[in-house]
């Protein structure tokens, strides 16, 4: 079968490989589309000591079973299924307690669990072997639809769920970044609240498409940007801020906008930190905030967004390549070209 490994730094290769075997616990996927993560750009950019080159990469991943080891129960050939990006163990404590993104056994305190594409073969290829408990099952969901649910549907499930209860009907949440993520944040919270919702993006493309996707008012970042989220909160600030970016201009814009007692997600990656300033005096937070780096999703946020997708509440946008086409892919992503979420379909 043809698999897309990482061979080198900056480097990625469409190889045959064999099928893979399953074992009893595992199930043989035929894969019908894999989706592209900015993670994945990371991944590509890593340096010599990276461990594992030679992965087969991608973390969101759906087709149709072709088969299932003796030991599995309840999945048959022809079921159409999503793959979990978070291959946690299911017997630590956390799993037990269902924070399965904090497994401490397939990960640990400072690395999150097992996730394929990264250190077991993923989804850019014709088959994944996987462990049955890693599968979802879709129904009649389109698993091009789907396959981008495993990350870009979840982790954006995950964190909403984190401030649910925040989410009355006169409560206010700004959004910053409406890309892969972004734009299904927006549809959840329309979806699962009646708050206001501030979507707010550097690119003028996506503020415009912003309010399709469920915001109430979208922005073009900049120096007003603040200002006007102030204006539309009686200058008390939004009860929550989700920032999809993490670049220092927006972790200091979710300080600058956040009120008093709400809640700052910061789930991009994008090199930013955040100063706490434990005294009375400079700039400091308003009192009572809660700010938390959210990693990923539970199984129950997996079944939350998929049910979503089912009842026609959540849709990613997509952009589809050809498997053979995985280097375009990357190059658009690199290059910004992207309108949706790249899907690499296989065969
Ligand atoms: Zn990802
Ligand atoms: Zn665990």
């Known amino acids: ?64 079973v072709e088969s299932a080891g003796a030991g599995v129960n ?21 799993c037990r307690n269902g924070r399965g993104n904090a497994c401490s056994i397939n990960g640990s305190r400072t690395q999150f669990p097992l996730t394929p594409g990264l250190a077991v073969d993923g989804g850019m290829a014709e088959f994944i072997k996987v462990d049955a408990r890693h ?57 699962v609240s009646n708050s206001q919702i501030i979507a707010i993006d550097a690119d003028a493309t996506r503020v415009n498409h912003a309010t399709s996707y469920g ?41 600058q906008i956040v009120a008093p007692e709400g809640a700052i997600r910061i789930v991009g990656l994008g090199g930013g930190s955040f100063p706490f300033n434990a005294s009375l005096e400079g700039e400091v937070l308003p009192w009572g905030v809660n700010v938390q780096r959210p990693y990923g999703g539970t199984e129950v946020d997996q079944t939350e967004v998929l049910q979503l997708a089912d009842d026609g509440k959540v849709a990613v946008q997509t952009d589809t390549y050809p498997l053979a086409d995985a280097q375009r ?10 309108k949706g979420r790249a899907v690499l379909i296989p065969g």
Do not use: Y
């Open 215 to 255: 915001a109430d008012l979208a922005l073009l970042a900049g120096e007003d940007a603040a200002t006007r989220i102030l204006a539309e909160t009686d200058g008390f600030g939004a009860d929550i801020v989700i920032d999809f970016v993490g670049v220092q201009p927006t972790i200091d814009l979710a300080r």
């Open 1 to 64: 079968m043809k698999a897309l490994k990482l061979v080198a730094p900056g480097k990625i290769e469409l190889r045959d490989v064999p099928v893979p075997k399953i074992s009893d616990n595992e199930v043989l996927v035929r894969i019908a589309a894999a989706g592209l993560c900015h993670s994945d750009l990371h991944i590509l950019h890593q340096d010599d000591s990276w461990p594992f080159f030679g992965t087969t990469m991608g973390h969101e991943t759906a087709g149709f």
């Open 329 to 338: 892919a990357f190059d658009d992503l690199a290059n910004g070209k992207l």
């Open 135 to 191: 599968l979802n099952g879709i129904g009649a969901l389109d698993p091009v639809a789907a396959a981008p649910l495993a990350d870009a549907g979840l982790t954006p499930m995950h964190v909403i769920n984190t401030v649910r209860a925040r989410l009355a009907d006169d409560a206010t949440v700004v959004v910053i970044g409406i890309g892969g993520l972004g734009h299904v944040a927006l549809q959840i919270l329309a979806a």
């Open 74 to 94: 309840g999945i048959k050939p022809g079921d159409a299924v999503l793959v979990r990006a978070v291959w946690s163990c299911g017997t630590c404590r956390s």
